[in-house]
């Protein structure tokens, strides 16, 4: 439960008048599907020869572009030490949102897989709204239906930014697919939902499968330094099945 918001009325009303505060069926409806399907509970584990303090980065991949898209820092595990762990959840829903050209950004909103969104200018300004469903049920499309402007594509798990579409010009769209995997690899100077460098991902070979997962541990062994040293490796323990 997040924190309870603080109504204060600022207007000249000098009728007592009433407020009533509802949730919207459209906030219903996207509460329903991403409560609908399951989150992951993952837990990283440092049993590595680590002496440097490396930061540990976890990304995705969009299948549907080619290898020049960008990724994107979604979680970065950092002071780890030795012996140490970080549970963490993969959420198998997610949400999108959409920024434009002025600045402006939407309010996330669930994107269930199948969907395409469309940003249209509205009465009240530049919108994201659902716009029937997508290419294919495994991808999720976002349209820049503006006259003029270009618009940036978002995609959230767990609340952070996971994936994300630069510069879609009007009448451009993004498509979004991904596979049920994670990539974990060592990184440095790195934040959540920074832009991965190219040289960095090119470092990374780690593919996870989460298929049918319930819950895993996620062991990194290696490193060291001097002759001794190993690269680091990423394997997963105590698997669960969904």
Same mark, same amino acid.
């Given at each position: 439960?997040?924190?309870?918001?603080?109504?204060?009325?600022?207007?000249?009303?000098?009728?007592?008048?009433?407020? $009533?505060?509802?949730?919207?069926?459209?906030?219903?409806?996207?509460?329903?599907?991403?409560?609908?399907?399951?989150?992951?509970?993952?837990?990283?584990?440092?049993?590595?020869?680590? $002496?440097?303090?490396?930061?540990?980065?976890?990304?995705?991949?969009?299948?549907?572009?080619?290898?020049?898209?960008?990724?994107?820092?979604? *979680?970065?595990?950092?002071?780890?030490?030795?012996?140490?762990?970080?549970?963490?959840?993969?959420?198998?829903?997610?949400?999108?949102?959409?920024?434009?050209?002025?600045?402006?950004?939407?309010?996330?909103?669930?994107?269930?897989?199948?969907?395409?969104?469309?940003?249209?200018?509205?009465?009240?300004?530049?919108?994201?709204?659902?716009?029937?469903?997508?290419?294919?049920?495994?991808?999720?499309?976002?349209?820049?239906?503006?006259?003029?402007?270009?618009?940036?594509?978002?995609?959230?798990?767990?609340?952070?930014?996971?994936?994300?579409?630069?510069?879609?010009?009007?009448?451009?769209?993004? $498509?979004? *697919?991904?596979?049920?995997?994670?990539?974990?690899?060592?990184?440095?100077?790195?934040?959540?939902?920074?832009?991965?460098?190219?040289?960095?991902?090119?470092?990374?070979?780690?593919?996870?499968?989460?298929?049918?997962?319930?819950?895993?541990?996620? $062991?990194? *062994?290696?490193?060291?330094?001097?002759?001794?040293?190993?690269?680091?490796?990423?394997?997963?323990?105590?698997?669960?099945?969904?």
């Amino acid at each position: 439960m997040g924190d309870t918001p603080n109504f204060i009325n600022e207007s000249n009303d000098t009728n007592n008048s009433e407020v $009533v505060i509802f949730e919207s069926e459209a906030a219903s409806s996207a509460a329903s599907e991403s409560n609908a399907l399951p989150s992951i509970k993952l837990n990283f584990i440092n049993l590595s020869n680590d $002496v440097n303090n490396s930061e540990v980065v976890i990304f995705a991949k969009n299948a549907a572009t080619n290898f020049d898209e960008l990724a994107i820092a979604w *979680t970065v595990i950092k002071n780890c030490g030795q012996g140490d762990n970080h549970p963490f959840t993969y959420p198998m829903a997610q949400t999108i949102s959409a920024s434009d050209s002025w600045g402006n950004y939407t309010a996330q909103q669930s994107a269930p897989l199948g969907q395409r969104f469309a940003m249209v200018l509205a009465s009240s300004g530049d919108q994201l709204i659902p716009q029937g469903p997508a290419t294919s049920p495994q991808q999720i499309e976002l349209l820049n239906g503006l006259s003029q402007g270009s618009v940036n594509a978002q995609i959230y798990k767990d609340g952070r930014l996971f994936a994300v579409k630069t510069n879609l010009a009007p009448q451009q769209k993004a $498509v979004f *697919t991904f596979k049920p995997t994670i990539w974990i690899g060592v990184a440095s100077q790195i934040e959540p939902g920074d832009v991965i460098d190219s040289a960095i991902i090119s470092e990374i070979n780690t593919e996870i499968s989460l298929l049918g997962i319930a819950s895993a541990d996620i $062991v990194m *062994t290696g490193g060291g330094s001097g002759p001794n040293a190993t690269p680091f490796v990423f394997t997963l323990d105590n698997v669960v099945m969904a």
